[in-house]
């Protein structure tokens, strides 16, 4: 709860502090003197949007501060989730600067403005007048149900559901299109890896080929050259062959007067064993070389196949043409698999919808009892608040497609007057029957959600007399479990407050500011009668304010 509230340099204020008591904490003063203007200041603390407008003229910044006690109120998993330094005593920080930007701090850690909005809603509920229009929201009507339901284990399953389940739809489409686009590529797929693989691509094929072209194409040629080589090289009498044989032979014989001649013998044996080897690899050589018309024509269109291919494709070489075989064999895989995501995403769609569909009804069977109890609190609190006879029917109708917040759409149905029938509350009801409604709404709200503070902002407008005391005894019962912050123009009301602050201008300065003060017993009798009668007051405002303080 709210222990603590500073506030400086926010509009007309310079510098204030409220320490608030954990029962009901009652805000008086007149009109226009800037109860609002400390809502405001409050209302940073919750996250509210602001700009450099709302600084006081003349100074650099604004600071809002709050010390919260949340012991017990099991907040020790936001603070590890978001990184934070757990305290009993929390202080939530505010600094808005002349650009208008803001920081947050949460125990002096810097926190992004949505981490101090989700710490503080589970601390504050600010209710305001203004705030009657609220049920004409579904999304209201139904965190009212969910809340009187205690139903946030059961909705946040059912979100984390919904969410997978729109996720996998939006998936799906994503794989039916797909699918759809890869059906028309299938086709050419398919030719593509026909085409290459009856090609039937050998790595390092293209230069053989081109060799054995180059052999078949000039084969005569090739042969005329190697009989003519294999001849002179080895013909019986006047070959090379035979005519080195007989220089060694003379050279040998002359080889023991001359030994020059031996040496010479040796390089010349050398030179015909050599020449020995060409002649024997010309000879087997010579007899393989063949003009072969049908081979020379298996080549070239063998090469012009390869080289056909490598052309539509854009490739140099056959390793090329082989890893592209390999990339079309793997896209097509690919698009045979898509068909068994889609019948994947199809089968998990449809258990995610009976999941959902079944959280759905238990949700709705939830919010259907939360409603029968809204019902019967509501209709008891309003006969206590002056709407004797009304009827309050909270209709739930399951939708015929599921949403965010399940399949149900909720309506609140009113009647203020006894035979006549219920309406939808937000065309029929008026300004105060709303404001009661709301009360009694908020109040049943707070005890289920077991919030540590509620701040009701002049919810007594439009009442008086009897009804503003029946106000004040919910306010006052509500506090009995709860802090509870009141601002408030009644007399009834204000008298049931444990505190009582009054807030006024003071033109005493160069300048206007707003104050307030802590009011004694002495200071609370004169306030609550000048709330009686005016300002002047008269002895028997005062004495009726002192049975109202009695009370």
Request: with cysteine; net charge negative.
């Amino acid at each position: 709860m709210l222990q603590k509230l500073s506030i400086e340099n926010y509009a007309l204020i310079d510098s204030l502090e409220l320490q608030f008591s954990n029962t009901l904490n009652i805000i008086t003063g007149e009109t226009g003197a800037g109860k609002s203007i400390l809502l405001g200041a409050l209302g940073l603390l919750l996250g509210n949007r602001a700009d450099a407008n709302i600084i006081k003229s003349g100074e650099k910044s604004c600071v809002v501060e709050g010390e919260f006690q949340i012991t017990n109120y099991n907040l020790d998993l936001f603070f590890t989730d978001n990184d934070l330094d757990y305290n009993d005593n929390t202080i939530v920080r505010r600094v808005i600067n002349l650009s208008g930007k803001s920081r947050a701090y949460i125990n002096d850690l810097p926190v992004s403005l949505s981490t101090l909005k989700a710490f503080v809603s589970q601390l504050v509920d600010i209710h305001s007048q203004h705030q009657t229009l609220q049920i004409a929201d579904e999304e209201f009507r139904i965190n009212v149900c969910d809340k009187i339901g205690k139903n946030e284990k059961v909705l946040l399953k059912y979100k984390e559901t919904y969410s997978r389940l729109k996720q996998s739809e939006s998936e799906l489409k994503v794989a039916l299109e797909a699918k759809n686009s890869s059906a028309r590529d299938k086709e050419w797929l398919l030719f593509q890896i026909e085409e290459l693989s009856i090609a039937k691509l050998r790595e390092g094929e293209v230069t053989e080929l081109e060799s054995e072209l180059n052999e078949l194409s000039n084969a005569d040629e090739i042969k005329s050259a190697l009989t003519l080589a294999s001849e002179t090289l080895g013909a019986d009498e006047n070959g090379i062959l035979s005519a080195l044989k007989s220089i060694q032979v003379a050279l040998d014989r002359i080889g023991g007067v001359y030994p020059l001649a031996a040496n010479i013998a040796s390089r010349v044996k050398s030179s015909y064993v050599e020449l020995k080897d060409i002649e024997d690899e010309i000879s087997d050589k010579m007899y393989s070389i063949e003009s072969i018309p049908e081979r020379l024509s298996f080549v070239e269109e063998r090469l012009n196949t390869i080289y056909t291919l490598q052309q539509k494709h854009r490739v140099q070489s056959e390793a090329e043409l082989i890893n592209l075989l390999d990339e079309y064999n793997l896209k097509l895989s690919q698009i045979d698999g898509s068909d068994e995501r889609v019948k994947e995403l199809n089968d998990l769609i449809l258990k995610l919808n009976i999941d959902a569909k079944t959280i759905a009804d238990k949700l709705t069977k939830s919010r259907s009892d939360a409603g029968l109890e809204l019902s019967k609190y509501i209709e008891s609190a309003l006969g206590e608040l002056g709407i004797e006879k009304s009827t309050f029917i909270v209709e739930i109708t399951p939708s015929d497609k599921l949403r965010s917040s399940g399949q149900d759409i909720i309506t609140i149905l009113f009647s203020a007057n006894k035979n006549l029938p219920a309406r939808a509350i937000d065309k029929v009801a008026s300004g105060g029957e709303l404001s009661r409604v709301m009360l009694a709404l908020k109040s049943l709200v707070a005890k289920s959600s077991k919030l540590p503070t509620i701040i009701f902002d002049e919810i007594d407008t439009g009442v008086s007399g009897q009804v503003a005391d029946k106000i004040g005894n919910i306010v006052t019962e509500l506090s009995n479990n709860m802090q509870v912050i009141n601002i408030t123009h009644l007399p009834q009301v204000a008298s049931k407050g444990d505190t009582h602050w009054y807030v006024y201008k003071d033109n005493s300065g160069d300048t206007t500011a707003t104050c307030i003060i802590l009011l004694d017993e002495v200071q609370r009798v004169e306030q609550i009668a000048k709330m009686i009668s005016g300002s002047q007051i008269t002895q028997a405002a005062r004495e009726q304010a002192i049975i109202l303080l009695k009370k």
